[in-house]
T-cell receptor
């Protein structure tokens, strides 16, 4: 079993829809949770960074962490065609962790 | 200019050839990483380095080697390339949990 599981999609939704992307994990020691966005032919770039359980909002994006269920989500409101990308979740046990554990990535397409 | 620069961007090579992928960064971070990305498998860590004298294997280091020539330079070598090393390769640098990635090298081994 992978430490982090993410539905690879692809996921296709109409413009303006609310998008929910999710990851589950098995390591209860994970405390830091990240979402990276990767456009086609580009490297991943950090989108959201959260610590422990709770919600964090940044514009149209909300990251949610439920440590009791070992489940994290990224919500995109009023989705735009420019949000079309692959979204990868990543996790670590501590702030100075040697490495991150990434999910498989979900490919998202927002249709105009 | 990009903070993390990878060369080449694309490479086609033949089975058995030696090939080197290069990475340089201007972020000033000590930590550097090499990943490969395959469809449905996400990012998998090949090697990582926390300073010039520190090299560590990741989860899929077999068939690969690395060299940390300077704080800002970290190269990945395939000593004898094989077709299942066809993938997208990323270099990254970072501090704490935030990593900055290059644009990737698309490698095809025929």
């Amino acid at each position: 079993q992978k430490e982090v599981e993410q539905d690879p999609g692809p996921l296709s939704v109409p413009e303006g829809a609310i998008v929910s992307l999710n990851c589950t994990y098995s390591n209860s020691a994970f405390q830091y949770f990240m979402w990276y966005r990767q456009y086609s032919r580009k490297g991943p770039e950090l989108l959201m960074y959260t610590y422990s359980s709770g919600n964090k909002e940044d514009g149209r994006f909300t990251a949610q962490v439920d440590k009791s269920s070992k489940y994290i989500s990224l919500f995109i409101r009023d989705s735009q065609p420019s949000d079309s990308a692959t979204y990868l979740c990543a996790m670590s046990e501590r702030q100075g962790a040697q490495k991150l554990v990434f999910g498989q990535g979900t490919r998202l397409t927002i249709n105009p | 200019d990009a903070d993390v620069t990878q060369t080449p961007r694309n490479r086609i090579t033949k089975t058995g050839k030696r090939i080197m992928l290069e990475c340089s960064q201007t972020k000033g971070h000590d930590r550097m990483y090499w990943y490969r990305q395959d469809p449905g498998l996400g990012l998998r860590l090949i090697y990582y380095s926390f300073d010039v004298k520190d090299i560590n294997k990741g989860e899929i280091s077999d068939g690969y080697s690395v060299s940390r020539q300077a704080q800002a330079k970290f190269s990945l070598s395939l000593e004898s390339a094989i077709p299942n090393q066809t993938a997208l390769y990323f270099c990254a640098t970072g501090a704490e949990n935030i990593q900055y990635f290059g644009a990737g090298t698309r490698l095809s081994v025929l």
